[in-house]
């Protein structure tokens, strides 16, 4: 039987060196204060806002190839999530409660001086994405997606394919308490293949807090018994794009059907062939040009 873990983080990721791993001497690294809890963000470039999230176990750097593309017309803010490399870790699961994720995105605005933002998010921080949308319309210029499905119709997935639940064996795993005492340094980094970025990605993970990564889990992830959700989410007022690689294991496509009906604006999804969870980097100039491209409409 395959580890749940490795078949999250198994992606084709870069082959060759990457010249944007340079990227973090180019750009700002400030931090934006959320109730006591410092957030650390890069930011690069001079436009309107674009703040970007990242998931499970990755920061900032993961959008370096969009940082690059996108910086050249818009102001780009690449956090890392609290718990990951620079950002504080407070203690307890209670502080990693979606809630609590989404005013972090909501300091980063404020920070930046800007009444609303592009708001972009992957796996957990894409999670968080839906959720600024949802919650915080008032700060959501347009809203972008890559590999998680709105967390109504992975609820649904949940309760109703068996093929969802199987492959969702690793959150059960990761919502053991002590779950976090069994994850290595190098099972988080097997999906990082070019050699560089292996070790710029290892240092971030050691200054990351392995427990902390997994109480994103532990208080957001569905638990069982799974249910189908009966009562509908507040629709998403932003024009929205999902962008899923087909190729993803943890998170299956099939949580994209039905997604539209919770936008009330213009929805685009675009689907990656051969492209796994980490999109953004297996597929990085497709996901920069689409992006770039429906921005600039």
Request: hydrophobic share 40%.
């Amino acid at each position: 039987m395959n580890d749940p873990l490795m078949d999250l983080i198994s992606g084709s990721g870069a082959i060759s060196p990457d010249p944007l791993l340079s990227l973090g001497d180019r750009v700002e690294h400030k931090y934006a204060d959320n109730d006591g809890v410092k957030i650390h963000y890069a930011a690069l470039g001079k436009g309107p806002l674009v703040v970007m999230m990242h998931g499970f176990p990755d920061y900032w750097l993961t959008w370096r190839h969009q940082i690059n593309a996108l910086s050249k017309q818009f102001r780009v803010c690449a956090l890392s999530m609290r718990g990951y490399n620079l950002s504080d870790k407070p203690k307890g699961v209670e502080n990693y409660a979606m809630r609590k994720l989404v005013t972090d995105c909501a300091a980063v605005v404020s920070s930046e001086g800007a009444a609303k933002a592009t708001i972009i998010g992957h796996d957990w921080g894409g999670a968080t994405a839906w959720n600024v949308a949802m919650r915080r319309p008032d700060i959501t210029e347009r809203l972008v997606v890559l590999n998680m499905p709105h967390p109504w119709t992975l609820a649904k997935q949940l309760a109703e394919n068996p093929e969802q639940q199987k492959n969702s064996q690793y959150a059960r795993n990761f919502q053991d308490p002590d779950f976090y005492k069994k994850i290595s340094l190098e099972r988080l980094g097997a999906w990082v293949t070019d050699t560089e970025a292996k070790k710029f990605h290892r240092a971030a993970m050691e200054r990351s807090d392995a427990q902390a990564m997994l109480h994103y889990y532990q208080a957001n992830y569905p638990v069982p018994p799974y249910l189908t959700p009966t009562a509908p989410p507040p629709k998403v007022k932003a024009p929205t794009l999902l962008i899923h690689g087909m190729e993803d294991k943890a998170l299956l496509s099939e949580g994209l059907n039905g997604v539209w009906d919770f936008v009330e604006k213009d929805f685009t999804l675009a689907t990656i062939p051969g492209a796994g969870h980490f999109v953004q980097q297996d597929a990085a100039d497709a996901v920069s040009r689409i992006i770039l491209a429906w921005l600039n409409r």
